[in-house]
């Protein structure tokens, strides 16, 4: 398992922009695939959005596409979802997600977890 922390969430505007970095321990973190997935309150933890060890490969919630990117930099050993545009209803606490090379949508098969970033979007 990698230990993953999360920063760059708070409060901005709607239509307003975030980019949330999630950052892991140590060189095994080239070895995961990460996810970020969202829950608001009183709802279900959600999947937003997938990338692979080589970070070609993406994926993106309808409900996000067109208006997040996410990127991995192996040097930092991070993981980036810039969030643009954004909507009341991205309101969430965002978590990132580590798998042992391969990504899924399932937030059950990952193995390791983030405390979360608080992202709220309100006028």
């Known amino acids: 398992q990698v230990q993953l922390v999360e920063s760059g969430g708070g409060l901005v505007q709607p239509g307003g922009s975030l980019r949330l970095s999630c950052t892991g321990s140590?060189?095994?973190?080239?070895?995961?695939?990460v996810g970020w997935f969202r829950q608001a309150p009183g709802k279900e933890r959600e999947f937003v959005s997938r990338?692979?060890?080589?970070?070609?490969?993406?994926d993106y919630a309808d409900a996000v596409k067109g208006r997040f990117t996410i990127s991995r930099d192996a040097r930092k050993n991070a993981v980036f979802l810039q969030m643009n545009n954004l909507k009341v209803e991205d309101t969430a606490v965002y978590y990132c997600?580590?798998?042992?090379?391969?990504?899924?949508?399932?937030?059950?098969?990952?193995?390791?977890w983030g405390q979360g970033t608080q992202v709220i979007v309100s006028a």
């Open positions: 990338i692979d060890l080589s970070g070609r490969a993406r």
């Open positions: 140590g060189r095994l973190f080239v070895n995961y695939a």
């Open positions: 997600a580590a798998r042992y090379r391969y990504t899924s949508v399932d937030a059950h098969e990952y193995d390791s």
